[in-house]
């Protein structure tokens, strides 16, 4: 009898199913079911998709040596050698984790976090629904903001809209569809996202900032009557009386004066945690940038991302209404023969160390802005600093508007020379009609011309902000071989590029093979 019961037992128990004899709730922990109940519960999965911004495939470090290092402006002189070869267009291992993995996995993850949210954002009852809508208008702008790196960087890439499971195999979109998406979430954006923060709410995007990154994306695929009206709202718009150029150029890489007139976006770094690394689940991770040790020099840093001497004679090439060399150049780069070039600056600290030239670096240049001047405290924060990143710029946009008006115009407008000299005046450089070294007066009148010249203004003004290479694709310069020519010239690394295969990455082999609906971008 004894046995009879025993055998009764277990038919009852396999008579269920067994997976839900696994499924214990854990009491110290939230599951997907039992977190999103609160205000609070999506107010914490906002700054979950906001903490993305600290990863080492995106803003805290990598994601820079990409962006720079394979446009004209920037190479790699790193000590890691594949890490250096990702720079230059030599790609041979796909599952680089360091590069490759890293921004194509942590892109996603931010993408999966804002999903998340948006997908539970509905269900619960918000006292304020203007507030709601709020932070749908920040969701919508991170997703787009994240995908617009992916298109920038791969093209062709999934797209996934809704929390995704661990054995979803997303199907491959082709790039214009990437870019509907990316404008239609940023379209959200813009109606749920105010002019401006209070005080204690600066560094979430503005409605300003998803009409830049909005025209940014119209403008990469020569939409440029919708990049106008994008942009029109900042410039010419109601929105201009919120944005300007700062007197002072160096006020856009220090932390003495974030959030400023010119920033119209920019990444928050902080302090407050001077821990290692980013770590998943942390509560205490790392919120600071590690862009300066990143493109320090070696002795210094780990020199991984440093900037093409031909910018150094560029700024050279003209003197500002006074005489002097262009301050910028001052601001942005660190190379022998700079105390020679600014006599009368005095400040050449960077991390507490007295700027001095050394034969070894010959003619390499270093990237200076963003640097700190001192070297106080812990290792840590030698390791990371606090500068907030400004991605989109105010002057960025005044050249972008340019460029549109010269599209739409078929040669640059009055309003479109204004938006440049605006950029120049700041620089103390002379009015474009008045230079003496661009003397051309097609410049002033020729659609061609004009591109040609903003060409320049753009790298003097943004060099290693990880614009470039967004720029160097909508000019079609790595589709020619006029193009491919012309960036040679100016940086050696472009002698590894191949015409139709390396103006974009390859996707993470191991994100094809797991993914019967990906395809290796070809012909990788």
């Avoid at 890691?80 to 720079?87: H, P």
């Avoid at 509905?122 to 702008?141: A, N, P, R, V």
């Avoid at 620089?427 to 003397?439: G, R």
């Amino acid at each position: 009898m004894k046995k009879i019961f025993i055998i009764f037992i277990i038919v009852a128990i396999t008579a269920c199913d067994p997976l839900d004899l696994l499924e214990i709730p854990n009491p110290n922990t939230y599951t997907t079911q039992d977190f999103w109940q609160s205000e609070e519960d999506i107010e914490l999965g906002l700054v979950a998709v906001y903490n993305m911004f600290y990863k080492q495939g995106t803003w805290t470090r990598n994601i820079y040596t990409q962006m720079d290092g394979n446009a004209d402006d920037g190479t790699s002189k790193a000590g890691w050698t594949e890490l250096q070869e990702w720079a230059k267009f030599i790609y041979t291992n796909y599952d680089f984790f360091e590069v490759g993995i890293k921004i194509w996995s942590e892109h996603y993850k931010a993408i999966f976090r804002a999903n998340q949210v948006l997908d539970h954002i509905d269900d619960i009852e918000f006292e304020d629904e203007d507030y709601k809508e709020s932070i749908k208008g920040q969701l919508y702008f991170l997703r787009a903001f994240y995908y617009f790196y992916l298109e920038i960087l791969w093209e062709d890439v999934p797209i996934v809209l809704h929390t995704s499971s661990a054995d979803d195999v997303p199907q491959q979109m082709p790039a214009d569809s990437v870019w509907a998406q990316i404008e239609s979430d940023l379209i959200l954006a813009v109606d749920r996202l105010p002019d401006q923060w209070n005080p204690e709410d600066l560094g979430r995007p503005t409605k300003g900032g998803a009409l830049a990154l909005l025209g940014k994306a119209y403008m990469q695929q020569h939409k440029w009557q919708e990049a106008k009206d994008a942009l029109y709202w900042l410039v010419e718009g109601e929105g201009n009386v919120y944005y300007g150029l700062v007197d002072d150029y160096e006020e856009n890489f220090t932390s003495l004066n974030e959030h400023n007139e010119e920033s119209v976006f920019e990444i928050q770094f902080s302090q407050v945690n001077p821990t290692g690394f980013d770590v998943d689940f942390d509560p205490n991770s790392q919120l600071g940038t590690q862009i300066a040790i990143n493109s320090s020099p070696k002795g210094l840093g780990w020199n991984n991302i440093q900037a093409n001497r031909w910018l150094v004679d560029y700024y050279k090439r003209e003197k500002t209404i006074d005489g002097k060399n262009d301050y910028r150049l001052f601001i942005n780069f660190w190379y022998n023969d700079r105390q020679a070039d600014f006599p009368d600056q005095t400040d050449f600290l960077i991390y507490g160390r007295t700027w001095t030239s050394d034969p070894t670096w010959s003619r390499q240049v270093f990237i200076r802005k963003y640097m700190t001047t001192t070297l106080e405290g812990t290792e840590a924060e030698f390791y990371w600093n606090d500068i907030n990143f400004r991605l989109i710029r105010y002057s960025d946009v005044l050249l972008l508007y340019a460029e549109v008006l010269n599209e739409l115009n078929g040669g640059p407008t009055p309003y479109a020379i204004e938006c440049v000299n605006r950029v120049r005046t700041r620089a103390n450089l002379p009015l474009l009609q008045n230079s003496t070294y661009y003397t051309d007066p097609a410049i002033l009148t020729d659609q061609t011309a004009f591109l040609k010249h903003l060409q320049t203004e753009r790298a003097l003004e943004l060099p290693c902000e990880c614009v470039r290479w967004i720029d160097l694709k909508r000019w079609g310069l790595l589709m020619t071989q006029e193009g491919l020519d012309e960036l040679t010239e100016r940086d050696k690394d472009f002698k590894s590029f191949e015409l139709g295969k390396s103006h974009r990455l390859p996707i993470p082999q191991s994100e094809v093979d797991n993914n019967p609906n990906l395809n290796q971008n070809e012909p990788y």
